[in-house]
């Protein structure tokens, strides 16, 4: 019924000529948390936010291999908005609602940006 085989090949560790694309990318989206990480001495505890803000970005940026374009802009033909990036790490102001704080206390609270949410939102 079924013709259709999968063909189990194997490749030699720790040579950069057998890593397939995937793996190419992998290695760029963990080279860039790490220098999220050595640039602002942010704790191993937000790794998982580096890895995910670091595909974000990535994501968002053009590639040789596409004549310079973005993928969102081949797939789709809308180069993507990209005035919402932050920098990763830096101080942010989340604003206070007036029911949580007293008279003369500030109306913003600074935190430290440590990626993006699915709904549009700063995490």
Avoid at 13 to 34: C, Q, V, W, Y
Avoid at 75 to 84: D, F, I, L, T
Wanted: glycine share 4%; proline share 4%; aromatic share 8%.
């Amino acid at each position: 019924m079924f013709d259709h085989k999968i063909d189990h090949e194997v490749t030699t560790p720790f040579t950069p000529p057998h890593i397939g694309i995937t793996e190419i990318r992998n290695k760029s989206i963990l080279d860039m948390a790490r220098w999220m990480l050595k640039q602002r001495s942010m704790p191993d505890s937000h790794s998982g936010e580096k890895i995910s803000t670091a595909a974000y970005v990535m994501n968002r940026c053009s590639t040789k291999r596409l004549n310079n374009k973005v993928r969102q802009e081949v797939w789709s033909g809308k180069k993507p908005y990209v005035n919402h990036v932050r920098v990763f790490g830096s101080i942010c102001y989340k604003h206070v609602l007036d029911a949580r704080m007293e008279k003369l206390d500030g109306k913003s609270e600074a935190i430290i940006f440590v990626g993006y949410h699915n709904s549009r939102a700063y995490r």
